[in-house]
């Protein structure tokens, strides 16, 4: 195989499944030249039960029974044969193209160890105006052009959706893993944590290779009422913070920081004069802090 295709879900919605399953039967490359791996991280019903593959010559249905995403994708890239591997959700519609153009890509740009898409969504209802500002935090960030980068860059750095990534550099994240503490990072159940999908294509960077998006590589993500709601935004703008900070205290610089005097002016400005959905947010954004603050003193503690 040249691309082992591996899609990590939890109880997902059938029709969501469905669709996903239906972009991959209409890709161009060969089904000869990649196969798929549907990983079940512990649904509660088994998704050998209502997953029909058969029309891939190339396809099996995993099961994961360690509850998180990085448990399941761990399990995926121990599954693969393929040198490259292309990791994506239960609500993400690939053009027929995508894995043809990965393909082309990683023999193009063999400075690059992991680089994904161009995501555009597809809402299961218009979203109310109140989370233009935050619809960011879904994934949905666009580029305007083809960009790559041997650092951490929030333009060239791919989201999990449609990660494209090498088999050496997908090693090495999991070797990363062994000391356990990076291990919570992914999300888990309804835990919005966040911090994995940088980590792991961080690794590419650390083995002095590139990361990049492409725009030729195009995607749709369905996007469903309930992670448009108050509480759900919410809950990933707190663990959002809090995988950030976690994965800051193993890669130092990722996320730069202002002057202290300066981010604490910035916080007391949303909170004085934001409107009530920015002083909600920064008081999650403070919560994930505090969250992450405590937990990484303990960790001291214990260490030492």
Not at 30 to 36: G, K, L, N
Not at 99 to 127: C, D, N, Y
Request: contains cysteine.
């Amino acid at each position: 195989m040249d691309v082992s295709v591996i899609i990590c879900t939890h109880n997902p919605r059938e029709d969501y499944l469905r669709r996903v399953l239906d972009s991959l039967k209409a890709q161009t490359l060969s089904q000869e030249e990649w196969e798929f791996l549907l990983v079940d991280n512990a649904s509660k019903q088994p998704l050998a039960e209502i997953g029909n593959l058969p029309w891939h010559p190339h396809a099996r249905t995993i099961r994961e029974d360690e509850l998180g995403l990085t448990p399941a994708r761990l399990r995926g890239i121990r599954e693969a044969t393929a040198d490259l591997m292309v990791f994506s959700d239960d609500d993400t519609l690939f053009d027929p193209t995508y894995f043809a153009e990965a393909l082309r890509i990683s023999k193009e740009w063999p400075m690059l160890g992991a680089w994904g898409g161009q995501p555009t969504p597809e809402f299961e209802s218009l979203p109310p105006d109140w989370t233009r500002p935050y619809q960011a935090m879904l994934g949905l960030c666009r580029t305007e052009r083809d960009c790559w980068s041997n650092n951490y860059d929030g333009k060239a750095c791919p989201i999990g959706a449609g990660l494209c990534i090498r088999r050496s550099v997908a090693n090495r994240y999991a070797a990363n893993l062994q000391d356990g503490k990076r291990f919570g990072l992914g999300r888990t159940g309804q835990e919005l944590l966040s911090g994995e999908d940088t980590d792991m294509v961080m690794s590419a960077c650390d083995m002095s290779l590139g990361v990049g998006r492409f725009m030729s590589l195009k995607f749709v993500h369905l996007i469903p009422d309930r992670r448009l709601t108050l509480a759900y935004l919410l809950a990933l703008r707190e663990g959002m913070v809090f995988s950030h900070i976690i994965l800051d205290s193993y890669r130092p610089k990722i996320f730069p920081r202002k002057p202290l005097l300066r981010e604490v002016a910035g916080y007391l400005w949303r909170i004085v004069r934001g409107n009530s959905y920015e002083r909600r947010f920064q008081l999650a954004a403070w919560r994930g802090e505090r969250k992450a603050r405590r937990l990484l003193a303990k960790s001291n503690r214990t260490t030492k």
